[in-house]
């Protein structure tokens, strides 16, 4: 049974930096293809980062703020975001899904969730 669990998030100060963690037991992460999303109260989710091999995608909105990496040895993926924004405030999610066919922005593109962590940006 795959589990994901996220943790880093938090309560910081616009322009601040967080940094999320998603680490994952019975997938190894290598292998598939791992996204960040996010949703606000509201709001439909939406899509922040993706990473599938050596290749690393962004939300347009996010582009340049936040990078998203791989450790292999600890089998996690992180979300480092700057330059954060009152708008970046959500719950966000990480997500792991097959590599084949993938298409990083849909999320019937992951086949298992985390439960999520509160970020909160305040102006």
């Known amino acids: 049974q795959v589990q994901l669990v996220e943790s880093g998030g938090g309560l910081v100060q616009a322009g601040g930096s967080l940094r999320l963690s998603c680490t994952a037991s019975?997938?190894?992460?290598?292998?598939?293809?791992v996204g960040w999303f996010r949703q606000a109260p509201g709001k439909e989710r939406e899509f922040v980062a993706a990473?599938?091999?050596?290749?690393?995608y962004y939300a347009e909105s996010v582009k340049g703020r936040f990078a998203i990496s791989r450790d292999n040895v600890k089998n996690t993926v992180y979300l480092q975001m700057s330059s954060l924004k009152p708008e970046d405030t959500a719950v966000y999610y990480c997500?792991?899904?097959?590599?084949?066919?993938?298409?990083?922005?849909?999320?019937?593109?992951?086949?298992?969730w985390g439960q999520g962590t509160q970020v909160t940006v305040s102006s």
């Open positions: 997500a792991t899904g097959p590599i084949y066919g993938f298409v990083y922005y849909r999320t019937t593109s992951y086949d298992y």
């Open positions: 019975g997938r190894t992460f290598s292998t598939y293809a």
């Open positions: 990473i599938s091999r050596s290749s690393t």
